[in-house]
């Protein structure tokens, strides 16, 4: 149980969140987690095959930069960001919308857990059960947890737009994935690229997401010892000019 006033709770979210951030977290697993650069994933829970390779393609790449992968432990993306980070030997840390003692080990990532490189929070009681609140709270701790976000998918209502809207109000780079062929389903990606959001695309050279923009965010974070807003920077200075296919 870490408090605010705790030496060992992440500056990262007190600085995010200011007063609003959790007075409480309940942790399971590797508390250096909470210190480690972090990437975060929110999408669909029904996410097309291409959004879910999208999801799984950027966890394996940043997870091989050193990066702590942040998500919420939902299906569909969130799930897919989690198993890429332990397939590939690096790190994650699940964020719950319920309390820690109601946290089981799902049936899809039961192959690649490994205790030692993960990291479970909760803000919640114990044995508070799930609820779309606590949901929506959640993923502004996961924002909080995280030095850039990425958006797979997001529908014009419900979680995950939000929660790209709090990555742009709190400071957040948030990256929003750009693929040929999006779904009807995923139109709140656009509305967030038109309020701030860059666009995660491919690179020519490798035909897999370019995260070198997300990189250099992370870079500029690290140096400003905190969040950064990169609302103003110029699109065509972080993306390159290419569709995921």
Same mark, same amino acid.
């Given at each position: 149980?870490?408090?605010?006033?705790?030496?060992?709770?992440?500056?990262?979210?007190?600085?995010?969140?200011?007063?609003?951030?959790?007075?409480?977290?309940?942790?399971?697993?590797?508390?250096?987690?909470?210190?480690?650069?972090?990437?975060?994933?929110?999408?669909?829970?029904?996410?097309?095959?291409?959004?879910?390779?999208?999801?799984?393609?950027?966890?394996?790449?940043?997870?091989?930069?050193?990066?702590?992968?942040?998500?919420?432990?939902?299906?569909?993306?969130?799930?897919?960001?989690?198993?890429?980070?332990?397939?590939?030997? !690096?790190?994650?840390?699940?964020?719950?919308?319920?309390?820690?003692?109601?946290?089981?080990?799902?049936?899809?990532? +039961?192959?690649?857990?490994?205790?030692?490189?993960?990291?479970?929070?909760?803000?919640?009681?114990?044995?508070?059960?799930?609820?779309?609140?606590?949901?929506?709270?959640?993923?502004?701790?996961?924002?909080?947890?995280?030095?850039?976000?990425?958006?797979?998918?997001? +529908?014009?209502?419900?979680? $995950?737009?939000?929660?790209?809207?709090?990555?742009?109000?709190?400071?957040?780079? @948030?990256?929003?994935?750009?693929?040929?062929?999006?779904?009807?389903?995923?139109? !709140?990606?656009?509305?967030?690229?038109?309020?701030?959001?860059?666009?995660?695309?491919?690179?020519?050279?490798?035909?897999?997401?370019?995260?070198?923009?997300? @990189?250099?965010?992370?870079?500029?974070?690290?140096?400003?010892?905190?969040?950064?807003?990169? $609302?103003?920077?110029?699109?065509?200075?972080?993306?390159?000019?290419?569709?995921? $296919?």
């Amino acid at each position: 149980m870490l408090s605010v006033l705790d030496p060992a709770y992440p500056e990262t979210l007190k600085r995010a969140l200011g007063d609003e951030a959790p007075l409480l977290l309940l942790c399971a697993g590797n508390l250096n987690l909470l210190s480690k650069k972090g990437v975060g994933f929110c999408g669909s829970r029904e996410a097309t095959e291409k959004g879910m390779a999208t999801a799984w393609n950027s966890s394996d790449l940043l997870t091989r930069e050193g990066v702590n992968i942040v998500s919420g432990f939902a299906a569909g993306v969130d799930m897919n960001a989690h198993r890429a980070a332990l397939k590939a030997g !690096g790190t994650t840390t699940i964020v719950l919308a319920e309390g820690l003692l109601r946290f089981r080990v799902k049936r899809e990532i +039961r192959d690649e857990w490994d205790e030692t490189r993960t990291l479970v929070v909760s803000e919640f009681g114990p044995n508070l059960p799930w609820s779309v609140s606590h949901a929506m709270q959640r993923n502004r701790t996961i924002c909080g947890l995280s030095r850039a976000m990425i958006l797979i998918e997001a +529908r014009n209502s419900g979680g $995950s737009i939000q929660a790209g809207r709090d990555c742009l109000r709190l400071g957040l780079p @948030l990256f929003a994935a750009v693929y040929e062929g999006m779904p009807d389903s995923a139109t !709140g990606n656009e509305d967030l690229l038109q309020q701030g959001a860059h666009r995660l695309m491919k690179s020519r050279s490798t035909g897999l997401p370019n995260i070198r923009p997300i @990189l250099d965010a992370l870079q500029a974070t690290s140096s400003t010892n905190g969040h950064v807003n990169t $609302s103003g920077a110029q699109e065509d200075d972080i993306v390159q000019p290419a569709l995921f $296919s």
